[in-house]
């Protein structure tokens, strides 16, 4: 069973641009959540969606967008970039039910702003 | 607002020894806590969680003790050994949804 897939693994972009992420989640897996990760902040919560719509948001200024779409392939947009946006940026699919929230991480993209 | 604390934040242990590793939460809806493992330029893997409704759950090596009125979880690594090295992180979420709120991280280094 093949695991998250996140795309590119890397990324360098120029502070202004804009730059798009993808996640293929776990076949059957129907929510993708996402992470910044950083050695000053650590791993924060980005978003999270289920069946195409966004269910869940962090703490993140409006230039940090996704979408979903209807194969549960994700996609993270980023605004407008900053240099303080330099992260791995990881992706995680679960199942979805009461009892049993796994959540399985991609390797993560890895963007740096330049 | 860090909702988990999480301690210390690295540690260094003999071959054989015990690592033990600490989280503290605030918000007494979390209902759900795992514990990830991450190697360097890998993402976080699930290592094992717990329900507050049980104190204890070991699998393997690792073993998650919960005490719900003080609000603490911990990990042990029994027997660490040097293949264990790596930054393990604590998390909290509600089991209806997959917004996890991770601890700081805890750098482990296994001495042989």
């Known amino acids: 069973k093949a695991g998250v897939t996140q795309t590119p693994r890397y990324l360098i972009k120029t502070r202004g641009q804009q730059v798009t992420l993808s996640c293929s989640p776990i076949?059957?897996?129907?929510?993708v959540s996402w992470y910044q990760q950083t050695p000053g902040q650590g791993l924060q919560f980005l978003f999270e969606?289920?069946?195409?719509?966004?269910?869940n948001k962090g703490n993140f200024p409006g230039r940090f967008s996704g979408r979903q779409f209807s194969n549960s392939r994700s996609e993270m947009n980023v605004s407008t970039l900053e240099l303080g946006d330099s992260a791995l940026y990881l992706c995680?699919?679960?199942?979805?039910?009461?009892?049993?929230?796994?959540?399985?991480f991609g390797q993560g993209t890895r963007l740096t702003v330049v | 607002q860090q909702q988990v604390k999480q301690s210390p934040q690295s540690l260094i242990v003999q071959k054989g020894g015990i690592s033990i590793i600490n989280c503290a939460y605030e918000?007494?809806?979390?209902?759900?806590f795992p514990w990830y493992q991450q190697f360097p330029g890998k993402g976080p893997a699930l290592l094992i969680a717990?329900?507050?409704?049980?104190s204890e759950k070991k699998e393997g090596r690792f073993t998650i003790s919960f005490n719900k009125s003080a609000k603490q979880f911990s990990l042990h690594i029994m027997d660490s050994q040097p293949g264990d090295s790596a930054t393990y992180f604590c998390?909290?979420?509600?089991?209806?949804?997959?917004?996890?709120?991770f601890g700081g991280g805890t750098r482990v280094l296994v001495k042989p």
């Open positions: 076949s059957g897996h129907r929510s």
């Open positions: 995680a699919s679960s199942l979805v039910r009461s009892e049993n929230t796994e959540a399985f």
């Open positions: 717990i329900r507050p409704d049980v």
């Open positions: 969606y289920f069946s195409e719509t966004q269910r």
């Open positions: 918000n007494t809806a979390f209902d759900y």
């Open positions: 998390a909290a979420t509600k089991a209806a949804g997959n917004k996890l709120t």
